[in-house]
């Protein structure tokens, strides 16, 4: 088959706010929130004249209650999408004057919902990226395609990269003034070093293997002898080996899903950890290093991406009982994981992942 990508029509945006206002009235006892996403949310831009619409809801467990109130405004419910992507439901249906309609339902927290966001606005406010993707989306109409989806995973890699950069935006980043917690002093011009759990990345690797392996696979692992004798990290001297190896095991969990969700962000195990601002230092220090020391920083070349640090202390609880109490627990730490890369709720500790170097500005100050 082939693609026909037209030149941008101001009809495209009319049409789409007409459609609001007629799922605005059916949806209007779900709190939802409606968005134009895809290219022809994008003026000027050239694209197949398919108005995609997505629908953002507070809970996954409500979008079934979509289905009525949508159906019934003319659409057709693909029923076989849920199995590919059980967190969306998918809908369409034809329009006049060739256009037709496309609604994506998803759970307003999801990398889905923010992800297509990201993109669109990038395109609206970023001449080069919009001028780039039309071109590759008019070299690809070239080309007979076996299926639209085919067609729209060749643009995967320029989508990929388009939302890597959006995230991790150097500019944003250097010349930052941030802040970090430790126990050791630091000499003003010194560099600050990843994340100490670098270090143990074979470990880290070896509990990834036990978790995929299962729950009693990973009660071997954190039972074995040689976790005991793991070196303790000496940016924190009051972490034992008990704690240490919670903290692997909860790395590994947070790594497996970032793998798999959001493979595009920068990893934990690489990155230097950083607070925006000294008050949240301060928060983070009384409640997790006592007598810490906080150090003034900049971050003079690399990126930052924002997360919510308050989903990883304190670890994940090895103390359990038996196989099935460890699975629950998995499976509560996984959710936190999943909250954590896709970052859509108000942070307790908002933290700093910067890739980059970053330099101590001045002395470093005690807070006793």
């Known amino acids: 088959m082939k693609i026909s990508i037209l030149e941008y029509s101001a009809a495209w945006d009319r049409a789409f706010r007409s459609e609001r206002h007629r799922l605005a009235v059916a949806l209007h006892s779900l709190k939802s929130r409606i968005e134009h996403i895809g290219s022809t949310a994008v003026p000027g831009l050239a694209a197949k004249p398919v108005i995609d619409i997505m629908i953002g809801l507070g809970r996954e467990s409500g979008l079934d209650a979509l289905i009525g109130p949508v159906t019934a405004l003319g ?21 006049e004057g060739g256009m037709s309609f496309h ?38 109409a070239k080309q007979e395609w076996p299926s639209g989806n085919d067609y729209a995973a060749a643009k995967g890699e320029f989508i990929r990269a388009a939302l890597a950069a959006g995230r991790l935006d150097p500019d944003d980043a250097t010349g930052r003034v941030v802040y970090q917690v430790s126990t050791i002093p630091l ?29 009693d696979a990973l009660l071997d692992h954190c039972s074995a002898e040689g976790g005991r004798r793991l070196p303790l990290p000496h940016e924190f001297p009051a972490l034992g080996p008990e704690q240490l190896t919670m903290m692997i095991v909860l790395e590994a969990l947070f790594e497996l899903v970032r793998r798999h969700e959001a493979p595009h962000l920068p990893s934990r195990l690489k990155s ?18 006592p007598g810490g020391i906080i150090h003034r920083c900049v971050i003079r070349s690399g990126s930052a991406l924002d997360c919510d640090g308050a989903l990883l202390p304190p670890g994940i609880n090895l103390d359990v009982p038996n196989q099935s109490a460890l699975a629950d627990e998995v499976r509560r730490v996984r959710q936190r994981a999943l909250r954590y890369w896709h970052r859509a709720h108000a942070p307790e500790f908002p933290e700093l992942l910067v890739n980059g170097d970053v330099e101590v500005l001045g002395h470093a100050t005690g807070l006793q």
């Open 187 to 215: 000499a003003a011009g010194d560099q600050l070093r990843p994340y100490y759990l670098q270090r143990y990345t074979e470990e880290i690797e070896a509990a990834m293997a036990a978790i995929a392996a299962g729950e």
């Open 103 to 140: 609604l994506h339902a998803v759970a307003g927290d999801t990398l889905f919902w923010q992800d297509h966001l990201l993109f669109r606005d990038l395109l609206r406010n970023k001449p080069e990226l919009h001028t780039a993707y039309e071109a590759l989306k008019k070299e690809l």
């Open 75 to 95: 659409y057709e419910y693909v029923r076989e999408y849920k199995a590919m992507m059980p967190f969306r439901r998918f809908f369409r249906r034809n329009g």
């Open 272 to 289: 230097i950890f950083t607070w925006p601002e000294r008050e949240l230092a301060h928060r983070f220090r009384d409640a997790y290093v």
